[in-house]
C-alpha cells in the first residue's frame, strides 16, 4: 500500500514537474515468497545487502504524462464503482498491441521459432536439464533462451492488457504484472549478490518487483492495490535484463570455456544465473495455474504452445460418468515398504534448491495405493453426494477455506447445466473443454483429505486406518525403479530431465508426461506403469503428500537465495511430489521437493493411501494442516523436523512473556497500586509529569467521550493486562479484551476475577519493591465480571470473527499497538468487519515503527517516497486507509503517558490518539 500511495504521489508530481522521476536504491539478497513452489509470510523483511553502492546514475522510471492523466481522471478508491486495480488500464496503446497474436516486437529474446527447444512443426518445448560439470558459453545460453523464451511464451497467452493487471478471484497472489517483471528482476539481484553484475538494470523496478507474496491465510486479501508500470515499459526492461543475462554469459570470467567446459557448483558465481533459469521454471508453471483461473475471454493460446493430449478433443457426456467406460477403476494395489535414503549428493551435477541436499533414512512400512491418481470421474462421485456440504468430511481449516470461497465443486469444473444436475466441463490453461473425466483431478489438500474421508466412510479402507494420501518416502517406493533417487545416485542420467527434453519425454516404457511433452495433463493409464503397478507416478499432475515441507539432515541455506525455503519450514506448507506435465527443470528431477499451502491450487492431484502403520510422513508440529496456528505456536522444530516444546508462551522471542514486561504493564494499567505499601508510581518531585498516568484509564475514557451511537459492547484490542477493559465496562454493557501475550491474559484474568495479583516495582538496580495490583475506584466486582479476556492476534481479527470469537462492536480501542504489529494493514482490514455502524475506533500510536516488530515492508509510513524523494508519513497514511475503510475522523489529539523504568527513569511517550466513526 506504502506503494500504492507513492505511486499515485510521484505520477501526480510527475505531471506537475516534469516526465521522468529519478530513484536510487541498494538490492537487497531477497527473491520471492511466490515460488515454492512457495512463493509468498506474507512479504517478508529483507535480507543482507548485495552491492554497498551503485556509482552509475540510476535508471529514470518512466511516468508519462498518460500515466498521470489516468490516475487524476479515476475517482478515489471506495468512492466509484470501479474497482482499485483498474487504475492502471488504458494508459497508452498497450491493449491493442496485446490484443490477439504476438508480433515481433513482443519477443525481448529469441523468438520461439528460432530458440532452442523449437520442433519441426514450431512447437517450444523445454530443454533438458543442464550437466554442470561440462558448461559452455554456448550451453548456458541455450538455456537461457529456453527459459526465457519459453516463460513469454506463457505471457502471450494473455488477451489484452486487462489480467496482467487484474488480481486472481482468491486475491492470494500478485496480479501477472508483477510476474512478467519479477523473474528478470531476479536474475539481476541474484547476479548481483553473487558479483557477477556490478550494477541494476532499473532499481526503482528491482524494488518494487523483487519480493512475492505466500499468504498465511484464505482470507487475506489486501495487496494489489497499487499503480504498477505499464506492459510496455516492463518489456522494455525484460529486453535490457536480457541483453545484460546474455552478456555475462558470454563474457564474464567464470565461465570461460577456451580450455574446456567448466564446473559449476555452488561456489561459483554462475550458481546465481542457474538459480535464475530455474526460479523462472517455477513461476513458468505456477502462473500458468493463474492463467487457469483467468477468465476464458482474457485468455488465448499461444501460437508455438504445446498441443494439448489428443484425449483434450474427445466429447465426452458432461454428467453421470461411467467406471470402466468413461474412467478406469482404480484398484489399491499392496506395496512392499523399505528404507528410503532422502537427499540428493552435494555433487551432484544440475542446479538444486537449499531444501533438496542433505539427508534422512524413512523406514517405510507395507502400505496400499491406488493404481493411478483419483480421477474426475471418482471425485464427480463424491461432488454428487454432498461432499462439499458434509462438514464432517472436512477438517476445521479446510472446512473454513470451503465455506470462505464458497466452493462447491473443484475450481477448474465448470457448471455446463442447471443447478443441483451436476454437469461439468472443465476448464484447461486456455481453453474449455468437454470433462475428460478419465484425467486426474485438480484439487487442494483439503479436497483430497475430505475425499480420504468419504471413500472411508463409503466404502470402508483394506486397512485398520482410513484412506489418506501418499507421503513423499512413499511416493520414491512407487517410482519407476529405472529412475528413482538409488539409480540416479548411481548415473546421472538415470534422473530423465538430465538427458530428455519435452520433445521426447513421453517416449519409451518409462516416459511421462513433463517436461512441456504435452500442453495439457492426460488420461491416468495412459503410460505404463511402474513396477509396483503404479501409473503417472510422475508427471501428469502433482501429488499432494502429508509431509509438511521439511529440512533435510544437514540442511543449509544458500547466501545468494538465503530465505527460499526456512520460511516455509513452518507446518503450513504441504509437500507435493512427482511433477506435472508443466513441470520443467529441477521441478522435473528426482531430487526435486517442492511445496504449497494445503488451500492453493496448482495442477495438483492425489491418489488414496491406506495401511495399518502410521503414515511415514515427517511433520514439524502436532497435527496436520488443521488448527495450524494453535500447532504451530505450541511447538518449533529444529533442523532435522523433530518437534521441541518451546518455554515461555507462544514465541520464545516474544518480548512481551518477560517477567519484566509483566510487572512494567501491570504498573502502567493499575497506578494506584503500591499505595498501602507506600510506593508511588513517579517519585515525588516538582513538576512530578502526573498527567502522564492512568493512561489506559484515559484512552478508554475517550471512546466514551465520543459518543458511540450505541454501548452494548466494546472491544479492547491488545488489551494487555486489562486496565481500558475494566474503564471501559463503566459504560458499556459487554466488554472484549483479548492479547497476543498470554502471560497478560492470565494476569487481566485474575485481575477480573479478584484474586491478589502482586508484582514487582523497580526501585534500583536490582532493588525492587513487590506491591499489589488494586483497581481504580468504581471497579466493582459487577464491572469486573462484564469483561471477558482471551488470547487472540490482531493480524486475525476476520479469522477470530469467523471462528466465532469476535462479534461485532459499537466502541473499539487499540491503544499503542499499530506500530507493534507484524502486518498493520490486515489488522486494519478487520476492523472494517467487526464495527457497527455509528460505531467508533480510538486508535493511539506513537509511530515508532521497529523492523523488530514489523518489517519495513508493511509501514504504513516514516520513509520517503522512492519516486518524489517526499516523506510518507503515518498519520497521512492512516488518514487515508481508515477513510477508504469508510471510517470518518471526528477527533485527534496527543496523549502523553508516563513508564517507570526505575524509581529515577521513566519512559515519558507522547501518542497521537485518533477516533473514528464507522459511516452509516
Same mark, same amino acid.
Given at each position: 500500500?506504502?506503494?500504492?500511495?507513492?505511486?499515485?504521489?510521484?505520477?501526480?508530481?510527475?505531471?506537475?514537474?516534469?516526465?521522468?522521476?529519478?530513484?536510487?536504491?541498494?538490492?537487497?539478497?531477497?527473491?520471492?515468497? $511466490?515460488?515454492?513452489?512457495?512463493?509468498?509470510?506474507?512479504?517478508?523483511?529483507?535480507?543482507?545487502?548485495?552491492?554497498?553502492?551503485?556509482?552509475?546514475?540510476?535508471?529514470?522510471?518512466?511516468?508519462?504524462?498518460?500515466?498521470?492523466?489516468?490516475?487524476?481522471?479515476?475517482?478515489?478508491?471506495?468512492?466509484?464503482?470501479?474497482?482499485?486495480?483498474?487504475?492502471?488500464?488504458?494508459?497508452?496503446?498497450?491493449?491493442?498491441?496485446?490484443?490477439?497474436?504476438?508480433?515481433?516486437?513482443?519477443?525481448?529474446?529469441?523468438?520461439?521459432?528460432?530458440?532452442?527447444?523449437?520442433?519441426?512443426?514450431?512447437?517450444?518445448?523445454?530443454?533438458?536439464?543442464?550437466?554442470?560439470?561440462?558448461?559452455?558459453?554456448?550451453?548456458?545460453?541455450?538455456?537461457?533462451?529456453? $527459459?526465457?523464451?519459453?516463460?513469454?511464451?506463457?505471457?502471450?497467452?494473455?488477451?489484452?492488457?486487462?489480467?496482467?493487471?487484474?488480481?486472481?478471484?482468491?486475491?492470494?497472489?500478485?496480479?501477472?504484472?508483477?510476474?512478467?517483471?519479477?523473474?528478470?528482476?531476479?536474475?539481476?539481484?541474484?547476479?548481483?549478490?553473487?558479483?557477477?553484475?556490478?550494477?541494476?538494470?532499473?532499481?526503482?523496478?528491482?524494488?518494487?518487483?523483487?519480493?512475492?507474496?505466500?499468504?498465511?491465510?484464505?482470507?487475506?486479501?489486501?495487496?494489489?492495490?497499487?499503480?504498477?508500470?505499464?506492459?510496455?515499459?516492463?518489456?522494455?526492461?525484460?529486453?535490457?535484463?536480457?541483453?545484460?543475462?546474455?552478456?555475462?554469459?558470454?563474457?564474464?570470467?567464470?565461465?570461460?570455456?577456451?580450455?574446456?567446459?567448466?564446473?559449476?557448483?555452488?561456489?561459483?558465481?554462475?550458481?546465481?544465473?542457474?538459480?535464475?533459469?530455474?526460479?523462472?521454471?517455477?513461476?513458468?508453471?505456477?502462473?500458468?495455474?493463474?492463467?487457469?483461473?483467468?477468465?476464458?475471454?482474457?485468455?488465448?493460446?499461444?501460437?508455438?504452445?504445446?498441443?494439448?493430449?489428443?484425449?483434450?478433443?474427445?466429447?465426452?457426456?458432461?454428467?453421470?460418468?461411467?467406471?470402466?467406460?468413461?474412467?478406469?477403476?482404480?484398484?489399491?494395489?499392496?506395496?512392499?515398504?523399505?528404507?528410503?535414503?532422502?537427499?540428493?549428493?552435494?555433487?551432484?551435477?544440475?542446479?538444486?534448491?537449499?531444501?533438496?541436499?542433505?539427508?534422512?533414512?524413512?523406514?517405510?512400512?507395507?502400505?496400499?495405493?491406488?493404481?493411478?491418481?483419483?480421477?474426475?470421474?471418482?471425485?464427480?462421485?463424491?461432488?454428487?453426494?454432498?461432499?462439499?456440504?458434509?462438514?464432517?468430511?472436512?477438517?476445521?481449516?479446510?472446512?473454513?477455506?470451503?465455506?470462505?470461497?464458497?466452493?462447491?465443486?473443484?475450481?477448474?469444473?465448470?457448471?455446463?447445466?442447471?443447478?443441483?444436475?451436476?454437469?461439468?466441463?472443465?476448464?484447461?490453461?486456455?481453453?474449455?473443454?468437454?470433462?475428460?473425466?478419465?484425467?486426474? +483431478?485438480?484439487?487442494?489438500?483439503?479436497?483430497?483429505?475430505?475425499?480420504?474421508?468419504?471413500?472411508?466412510?463409503?466404502?470402508?479402507?483394506?486397512?485398520?486406518?482410513?484412506?489418506?494420501?501418499?507421503?513423499?518416502?512413499?511416493?520414491?517406493?512407487?517410482?519407476?525403479?529405472?529412475?528413482?533417487?538409488?539409480?540416479?545416485?548411481?548415473?546421472?542420467?538415470?534422473?530423465?530431465?538430465? $538427458?530428455?527434453?519435452?520433445?521426447?519425454?513421453?517416449?519409451?516404457?518409462?516416459?511421462?508426461?513433463?517436461?512441456?511433452?504435452?500442453?495439457?495433463?492426460?488420461?491416468?493409464?495412459?503410460?505404463?506403469?511402474?513396477?509396483?503397478?503404479?501409473?503417472?507416478?510422475?508427471?501428469?499432475?502433482?501429488?499432494?503428500?502429508?509431509?509438511?515441507?521439511?529440512?533435510?539432515?544437514?540442511?543449509?541455506?544458500?547466501? +545468494?537465495?538465503?530465505?527460499?525455503?526456512?520460511?516455509?519450514?513452518?507446518?503450513?506448507?504441504?509437500?507435493? +511430489?512427482?511433477?506435472?506435465?508443466?513441470?520443467?527443470?529441477?521441478?522435473?528431477?528426482?531430487?526435486?521437493?517442492?511445496?504449497?499451502?494445503?488451500?492453493?491450487?496448482?495442477?495438483?492431484?492425489?491418489?488414496?493411501?491406506?495401511?495399518?502403520?502410521?503414515?511415514?510422513?515427517?511433520?514439524?508440529?502436532?497435527?496436520?494442516?488443521?488448527?495450524?496456528?494453535?500447532?504451530?505456536?505450541?511447538?518449533?522444530?529444529?533442523?532435522?523436523?523433530?518437534?521441541?516444546?518451546?518455554?515461555?508462551?507462544?514465541?520464545?522471542?516474544?518480548?512481551?512473556?518477560?517477567?519484566?514486561?509483566?510487572?512494567?504493564?501491570?504498573?502502567?494499567?493499575?497506578?494506584?497500586?503500591?499505595?498501602?505499601?507506600?510506593?508511588?508510581?513517579?517519585?515525588?518531585?516538582?513538576?512530578?509529569?502526573?498527567?502522564?498516568?492512568?493512561?489506559?484509564?484515559?484512552?478508554?475514557?475517550?471512546?466514551?467521550?465520543?459518543?458511540?451511537?450505541?454501548?452494548?459492547?466494546?472491544?479492547?484490542?491488545?488489551?494487555?493486562?486489562?486496565?481500558?477493559?475494566?474503564?471501559?465496562?463503566?459504560?458499556?454493557?459487554?466488554?472484549?479484551?483479548?492479547?497476543?501475550?498470554?502471560?497478560?491474559?492470565?494476569?487481566?484474568?485474575?485481575?477480573?476475577?479478584?484474586?491478589?495479583?502482586?508484582?514487582?516495582?523497580?526501585?534500583?538496580?536490582?532493588?525492587?519493591?513487590?506491591?499489589?495490583?488494586?483497581?481504580?475506584?468504581?471497579?466493582?466486582?459487577?464491572?469486573?465480571?462484564?469483561?471477558?479476556?482471551?488470547?487472540?492476534?490482531? +493480524?486475525?481479527?476476520?479469522?477470530?470473527?469467523?471462528?466465532?470469537?469476535?462479534?461485532?462492536?459499537?466502541?473499539?480501542?487499540?491503544?499503542?499497538?499499530?506500530?507493534?504489529?507484524?502486518?498493520?494493514?490486515?489488522?486494519?482490514?478487520?476492523?472494517?468487519?467487526?464495527?457497527?455502524?455509528?460505531?467508533?475506533?480510538?486508535?493511539?500510536?506513537?509511530?515508532?515503527?521497529?523492523?523488530?516488530?514489523?518489517?519495513?515492508?508493511?509501514?504504513?509510513?516514516?520513509?520517503?517516497?522512492?519516486?518524489?524523494?517526499?516523506?510518507?508519513?503515518?498519520?497521512?497514511?492512516?488518514?487515508?486507509?481508515?477513510?477508504?475503510?469508510?471510517?470518518?475522523?471526528?477527533?485527534?489529539?496527543?496523549?502523553?503517558?508516563?513508564?517507570?523504568?526505575?524509581?529515577?527513569?521513566?519512559?515519558?511517550?507522547? $501518542?497521537?490518539?485518533?477516533?473514528?466513526?464507522?459511516?452509516?
Amino acid at each position: 500500500l506504502h506503494l500504492t500511495r507513492a505511486l499515485r504521489s510521484s505520477a501526480r508530481s510527475v505531471a506537475r514537474k516534469r516526465p521522468f522521476a529519478q530513484s536510487s536504491t541498494t538490492v537487497s539478497n531477497v527473491g520471492c515468497r $511466490s515460488c515454492g513452489i512457495p512463493a509468498f509470510t506474507i512479504v517478508r523483511s529483507k535480507a543482507t545487502a548485495a552491492a554497498a553502492s551503485i556509482d552509475d546514475p540510476v535508471v529514470d522510471v518512466d511516468r508519462n504524462e498518460g500515466h498521470a492523466a489516468a490516475l487524476d481522471s479515476r475517482s478515489p478508491l471506495g468512492k466509484s464503482h470501479e474497482e482499485a486495480w483498474m487504475i492502471n488500464l488504458g494508459r497508452g496503446n498497450d491493449n491493442a498491441w496485446l490484443t490477439g497474436p504476438r508480433n515481433d516486437d513482443w519477443w525481448t529474446g529469441l523468438k520461439p521459432s528460432q530458440c532452442p527447444g523449437v520442433d519441426d512443426n514450431g512447437v517450444l518445448r523445454s530443454l533438458p536439464l543442464p550437466n554442470l560439470s561440462a558448461v559452455t558459453r554456448q550451453s548456458a545460453k541455450e538455456y537461457f533462451d529456453n $527459459s526465457w523464451t519459453l516463460y513469454e511464451m506463457l505471457f502471450a497467452g494473455l488477451n489484452g492488457e486487462e489480467y496482467f493487471y487484474r488480481p486472481p478471484v482468491h486475491g492470494l497472489r500478485h496480479p501477472q504484472i508483477f510476474y512478467y517483471g519479477h523473474t528478470p528482476c531476479l536474475y539481476v539481484n541474484k547476479l548481483r549478490v553473487a558479483g557477477v553484475l556490478p550494477k541494476p538494470v532499473n532499481a526503482y523496478f528491482e524494488s518494487i518487483f523483487e519480493v512475492g507474496v505466500d499468504e498465511m491465510l484464505w482470507d487475506d486479501m489486501h495487496k494489489n492495490d497499487m499503480v504498477w508500470p505499464t506492459v510496455s515499459e516492463v518489456t522494455e526492461y525484460r529486453r535490457r535484463v536480457y541483453e545484460r543475462v546474455v552478456d555475462a554469459i558470454m563474457s564474464h570470467p567464470s565461465l570461460d570455456d577456451s580450455n574446456g567446459p567448466v564446473t559449476v557448483n555452488q561456489d561459483h558465481p554462475m550458481w546465481a544465473l542457474f538459480m535464475g533459469f530455474e526460479h523462472e521454471r517455477i513461476h513458468f508453471e505456477t502462473s500458468s495455474v493463474l492463467f487457469r483461473e483467468a477468465p476464458q475471454h482474457l485468455v488465448q493460446t499461444p501460437t508455438n504452445w504445446a498441443p494439448m493430449h489428443p484425449s483434450a478433443s474427445k466429447k465426452t457426456p458432461t454428467s453421470q460418468p461411467r467406471e470402466g467406460k468413461d474412467f478406469p477403476s482404480n484398484r489399491m494395489i499392496p506395496v512392499f515398504g523399505g528404507d528410503v535414503d532422502l537427499g540428493k549428493p552435494a555433487d551432484f551435477p544440475s542446479y538444486g534448491w537449499d531444501n533438496e541436499y542433505g539427508e534422512r533414512n524413512v523406514p517405510v512400512p507395507n502400505f496400499q495405493a491406488s493404481e493411478h491418481m483419483i480421477t474426475n470421474g471418482e471425485y464427480w462421485q463424491f461432488v454428487k453426494e454432498g461432499g462439499y456440504r458434509n462438514k464432517e468430511y472436512w477438517c476445521g481449516d479446510g472446512w473454513a477455506w470451503r465455506t470462505h470461497r464458497n466452493l462447491k465443486w473443484p475450481f477448474f469444473w465448470e457448471a455446463a447445466g442447471p443447478a443441483g444436475s451436476h454437469e461439468y466441463n472443465l476448464r484447461t490453461i486456455f481453453k474449455t473443454i468437454s470433462m475428460p473425466w478419465d484425467w486426474p +483431478v485438480d484439487v487442494t489438500y483439503y479436497e483430497a483429505k475430505a475425499f480420504c474421508r468419504w471413500k472411508t466412510e463409503k466404502e470402508g479402507s483394506p486397512t485398520s486406518k482410513p484412506f489418506r494420501v501418499l507421503t513423499e518416502a512413499e511416493h520414491h517406493v512407487i517410482r519407476h525403479q529405472e529412475h528413482n533417487l538409488e539409480a540416479a545416485r548411481e548415473v546421472v542420467e538415470a534422473d530423465r530431465v538430465m $538427458s530428455r527434453g519435452g520433445d521426447e519425454f513421453a517416449e519409451g516404457r518409462t516416459g511421462s508426461n513433463m517436461n512441456m511433452a504435452y500442453g495439457s495433463q492426460n488420461p491416468v493409464d495412459t503410460f505404463a506403469p511402474s513396477q509396483t503397478g503404479h501409473r503417472d507416478t510422475t508427471g501428469n499432475a502433482w501429488e499432494w503428500t502429508e509431509d509438511h515441507f521439511n529440512p533435510l539432515k544437514g540442511f543449509e541455506v544458500h547466501h +545468494v537465495y538465503d530465505d527460499f525455503s526456512s520460511p516455509c519450514f513452518d507446518g503450513k506448507h504441504s509437500m507435493i +511430489v512427482g511433477g506435472s506435465f508443466i513441470s520443467t527443470g529441477d521441478e522435473a528431477s528426482v531430487f526435486a521437493r517442492f511445496h504449497f499451502r494445503p488451500h492453493f491450487l496448482q495442477h495438483s492431484g492425489f491418489r488414496l493411501v491406506a495401511s495399518d502403520d502410521d503414515a511415514p510422513a515427517t511433520h514439524l508440529y502436532p497435527g496436520n494442516f488443521d488448527g495450524q496456528v494453535a500447532a504451530r505456536d505450541a511447538a518449533k522444530t529444529d533442523n532435522e523436523g523433530e518437534p521441541k516444546e518451546e518455554m515461555g508462551g507462544s514465541d520464545g522471542g516474544n518480548v512481551y512473556e518477560t517477567d519484566e514486561s509483566l510487572n512494567m504493564y501491570l504498573g502502567l494499567h493499575y497506578p494506584s497500586s503500591g499505595s498501602d505499601e507506600g510506593v508511588s508510581p513517579i517519585i515525588s518531585h516538582s513538576s512530578a509529569p502526573s498527567h502522564g498516568l492512568r493512561f489506559p484509564q484515559r484512552v478508554a475514557q475517550l471512546l466514551v467521550d465520543m459518543k458511540p451511537e450505541a454501548t452494548k459492547s466494546a472491544l479492547d484490542i491488545g488489551c494487555a493486562v486489562g486496565g481500558a477493559s475494566f474503564e471501559l465496562a463503566k459504560t458499556f454493557d459487554t466488554v472484549d479484551g483479548f492479547d497476543f501475550s498470554q502471560s497478560f491474559v492470565d494476569a487481566a484474568n485474575r485481575m477480573k476475577a479478584g484474586n491478589e495479583t502482586k508484582f514487582r516495582v523497580p526501585v534500583e538496580a536490582d532493588i525492587f519493591e513487590e506491591v499489589r495490583a488494586i483497581h481504580d475506584d468504581g471497579v466493582t466486582e459487577e464491572i469486573r465480571n462484564k469483561v471477558n479476556f482471551f488470547q487472540g492476534d490482531a +493480524v486475525q481479527l476476520g479469522q477470530m470473527q469467523n471462528e466465532g470469537r469476535l462479534r461485532t462492536y459499537d466502541g473499539v480501542v487499540m491503544s499503542n499497538l499499530l506500530c507493534r504489529l507484524p502486518d498493520p494493514l490486515t489488522c486494519l482490514n478487520g476492523l472494517m468487519r467487526i464495527v457497527n455502524k455509528g460505531g467508533v475506533v480510538v486508535m493511539v500510536t506513537p509511530f515508532s515503527w521497529l523492523e523488530e516488530f514489523t518489517p519495513r515492508s508493511k509501514w504504513l509510513g516514516g520513509f520517503y517516497d522512492p519516486v518524489s524523494k517526499e516523506p510518507i508519513r503515518s498519520k497521512d497514511a492512516l488518514h487515508e486507509i481508515m477513510e477508504e475503510r469508510d471510517f470518518q475522523k471526528i477527533h485527534e489529539e496527543e496523549i502523553p503517558l508516563v513508564i517507570r523504568e526505575h524509581q529515577r527513569k521513566y519512559q515519558y511517550i507522547v $501518542s497521537e490518539a485518533t477516533c473514528w466513526r464507522k459511516k452509516d
